[in-house]
C-alpha cells in the first residue's frame, strides 16, 4: 500500500459525459501527479500540482482538467468523453523525487 | 521531443535465472531514473531509482546501472523468483525546483518460469 487513494475504482459512462476523478496524496507529500494508462500509449504523464499550483504540463487535453485543493487532495475532471479516453488514470504523490502511485481508476466510456 | 525506449517488449526466464531489462532516453539533461514493478490491477510500485550522480546502485537482487554518455540504463535481477512476474518500466525525468515529469517506457513484461 502506498498511501495514495484514489476514487473510484472504476467508472462506467457514457460518451460526451463528465466524470471527476479524486486522488488523496501520502501524508505530507505536496506534489500530485496524474498519468493516464492505455494500451497503445503506455503511461503518459498528465499534469503535476505542487502545493496547489500547476507546476508541469504533459500532453493533456483541453477537455481535461485537474485541480489541487488546501488539504492537498486533487481532483482530474474530464469531459465530452470519447471512447478513446478509456484508459486507467493513476494519481501519484511525492515529497521529494519518489512518486509513489495510487490504485489507479479505471474509466470505460460507452 | 523527450522520449525513453525500453527492450525487450517481453521476456520469458526460467527461476534462478537472471534478467535484464534495457532503456535508453533521449533528453541529455534527464538526471533521474527510476524503475517500477505494475502487478496486475495494481499501480505502479518504485522498486529502485538512480539518479545521475552514481553509475550503479544495488538493493539485493535488483540492480540499476546507468551510461551517461550512451544514455543508457539497464535493470537487472538476479536469481529471479515466481513472484518476479509483473510489468516493468524504466523512466526518466529532468528533476529541477520542484519540477518532476517522469517519461515511461513502453514496458516489460517478464514471466519467471518455476
Known amino acids: 500500500d502506498s498511501g495514495v487513494t484514489q476514487t473510484p475504482k472504476h467508472l462506467i459512462t457514457a460518451t460526451g459525459q463528465r466524470v471527476t476523478l479524486r486522488c488523496s496524496p501520502r501524508?505530507?507529500?505536496?506534489?500530485v501527479y496524474w498519468y493516464q494508462q492505455s494500451l497503445d500509449q503506455g503511461l503518459q504523464f498528465l499534469i503535476q500540482?505542487?502545493?496547489?499550483?500547476?507546476?508541469a504540463k504533459g500532453n493533456i487535453l483541453e477537455r481535461f482538467s485537474a485541480q489541487q485543493f488546501p488539504d492537498l487532495h486533487s481532483e482530474l475532471n474530464l469531459s465530452s468523453l470519447e471512447l478513446g479516453d478509456s484508459a486507467l488514470y493513476f494519481c501519484?504523490?511525492?515529497?521529494?523525487?519518489?512518486?509513489?502511485f495510487g490504485p489507479g481508476t479505471r474509466l470505460t466510456v460507452l | 521531443g523527450e522520449n525513453v525506449e525500453q527492450h525487450p517488449s517481453t521476456l520469458s526466464v526460467q527461476e534462478g535465472d537472471s534478467a535484464v531489462i534495457k532503456c535508453t532516453y533521449s533528453?541529455?539533461?534527464?538526471?533521474?531514473f527510476p524503475w517500477y514493478k505494475q502487478e496486475l490491477g495494481k499501480g505502479p510500485q518504485l522498486i529502485i531509482d538512480?539518479?545521475?550522480?552514481?553509475g550503479e546502485k544495488k538493493d539485493q537482487r535488483i540492480a540499476v546501472t546507468l551510461n551517461k554518455t550512451a544514455k543508457h540504463f539497464s535493470l537487472h535481477i538476479t536469481e529471479t523468483q515466481p513472484e518476479d512476474s509483473a510489468v516493468y518500466f524504466c523512466?526518466?525525468?529532468?528533476?529541477?525546483?520542484?519540477?518532476?515529469?517522469?517519461?515511461f517506457g513502453a514496458g516489460t513484461r517478464l514471466a519467471v518460469h518455476p
Open positions: 533528453d541529455s539533461a534527464s538526471n533521474y
Open positions: 500540482y505542487y502545493n496547489g499550483e500547476e507546476r
Open positions: 538512480i539518479r545521475s550522480n552514481v
Open positions: 501519484a504523490s511525492s515529497v521529494e523525487d519518489t512518486q509513489y
Open positions: 523512466a526518466a525525468s529532468r528533476l529541477s525546483g520542484g519540477y518532476n515529469k517522469l517519461i
Open positions: 501524508s505530507g507529500d505536496l506534489s
